[in-house]
């Protein structure tokens, strides 16, 4: 099998962290993937029959990662990574990405991500941050 690749935009706040652990809470309030009545963390760290459902399979969104972590950091396994400044002024000239610059540039986005990557940036609207993007790919 192969990793299915995925994108969805989420809260915008000012701690990306905090921003990425609230679009996590917010996709295991919809659905909580038979992983009933735990949050995030704690299903990542106590639950090896989650990270065996997420290594094995996954869900195509933001709970596929156990945490973000710094863009400098590169891809790592089952991270969220931010974007550099290169990255995002790749496609989007001015450093403030939209998301119609973003929708248009989703292909070559997903074309570097691997199996078990995410990655994300913040999206503007009218020149303020508005949303998050995140995109990524399945373990498998």
């Known amino acids: 099998m192969g990793g299915k690749e995925w994108t969805e935009t989420g809260p ?4 990306l962290a905090a921003a990425f652990r609230q679009a996590q809470s917010q996709e295991l309030a ?3 993937h038979g992983f ?4 995030i963390v704690e299903l990542w760290e106590e639950d090896e029959r989650w990270r065996e459902y ?3 399979g996954g869900t195509c969104t933001v709970l596929d990662f156990y945490e973000l972590i710094d863009a400098d950091e590169g891809d790592q396994y089952a991270m969220m990574r931010p974007l550099t400044e290169d990255e995002i002024c790749s496609w989007a000239p001015d450093g403030r990405p939209t998301r119609d610059q973003w929708d248009a540039a989703t292909r070559q986005l997903l074309d570097p991500i691997g199996r078990g990557i995410g990655r994300c940036t913040v999206l503007y609207w009218d020149g303020e941050p508005a949303e998050i ?3 990524g790919c399945t373990a498998d």
């Open 54 to 56: 997420i290594l094995t």
């Open 133 to 135: 993007a995140y995109w």
């Open 30 to 32: 919809k659905d909580d």
């Open 12 to 15: 915008y706040q000012v701690d």
């Open 36 to 39: 009933p009545g735990r949050g």
